[in-house]
C-alpha cells in the first residue's frame, strides 16, 4: 500500500488526483502577477518553474523572489521546479549549477516541495533528497523523455529507482508517437502504482496523451498538471476543463 504525502493542507497518493498549475514568469514582477488569477481558479498545487526565471542564477534575487511568491500563495502548496533544458526545460546549466540552484531554494525556506532530476550524479541527488528532508521539504523526483516512450518495464524501473533514491513521490513523463505508446505509460503507472511504496505521478504528453492526464485515478497518478495562463509541457489541460472531468471519472 502506497504511503500518502502531505503538503501543506494537501495530500497526494488518496482519493481524486490533485491539480497543479505552473508559473512561468520571466521577471519577479510577471511572477507576482500570475498569482491573482491562479489563486481564483483555486488549484491543489502551485509549481514554480524557476528555469524561466531571468534570476535563477542570482541566489539573492531568487531568494527574495521565492520568498515574496511564497507569501503571496497564503496556503496554497508550493513546488519549486528547475527543468533542465535536456528534459524540456528553458536554460542549460551545468549539473554543478544545478545542484547549487536547487541549494539556495532549499536555504531560501519558502517551498514545500522541490523537484529533483533522477538523471544527474548520483551522489549529489542523494545529498540534495537528504537536504530537502532535513529541512522537511518534499521531494518529487523526475524524469522526462521528449522524443519517446520508454517500454513499460524501463519506465518502471526508472520509477522504483526514483523511491530507491529517497524520493518521496515519483515522476515520470513521456512522449508518445502512438496510441500504443499511451497504452504503454498507463500500464507502467499501473504496475508502479500497485508496486511501489510512494506515489507517483505520470503523463504522457501532447495531444495524444492528454487521455493520461485525465485518468489518474484509475491507473495510479496522483497529480495532473493544467494551465491558468502559459503552459509548461505540452498537451496541459486548462483547469477549469480539467477539474469537472476528473470529478466525473472519480471512483466510487
Known sequence: MQKIVKLRHLTLGAGRPKIAVPITGKTTAEI??????????????????????????????????????????????????FRTQGEGGELALSDADYFKVNTTVLAGQFTDALDVER??????????????????????????????????????????????????VAKMAVMPQTSNDVLTLLAATNEAHQSLTQPVITMSMGDLGK???????????????ATVGAASAPGQIALDRLRPTLTDLKLS
Open 32 to 81: 507576482l502577477a500570475a498569482v491573482p488569477a491562479i489563486k481564483a481558479a483555486q488549484p491543489d498545487l502551485v509549481e514554480w518553474r524557476i528555469d524561466f526565471y531571468e534570476g535563477v542564477t542570482q541566489p539573492d534575487q531568487l531568494t527574495q523572489t521565492g520568498q515574496q511568491l511564497r507569501q503571496a500563495l497564503g496556503d496554497l502548496a508550493l513546488l519549486t521546479t
Open 119 to 168: 538523471y544527474h550524479d548520483e551522489v549529489a541527488v542523494k545529498q540534495l533528497v537528504d537536504q530537502a528532508h532535513a529541512q522537511k521539504v518534499v521531494v518529487i523526483m523526475s524524469n522526462h523523455d521528449f522524443d519517446k516512450t520508454p517500454a513499460q518495464a524501463d519506465i518502471v524501473e526508472r520509477l522504483t529507482s526514483m523511491v530507491a533514491f529517497g524520493a518521496d
Open 211 to 225: 487521455v493520461s492526464r485525465l485518468a489518474g485515478e484509475v491507473f495510479g497518478s496522483c497529480l495532473s498538471f
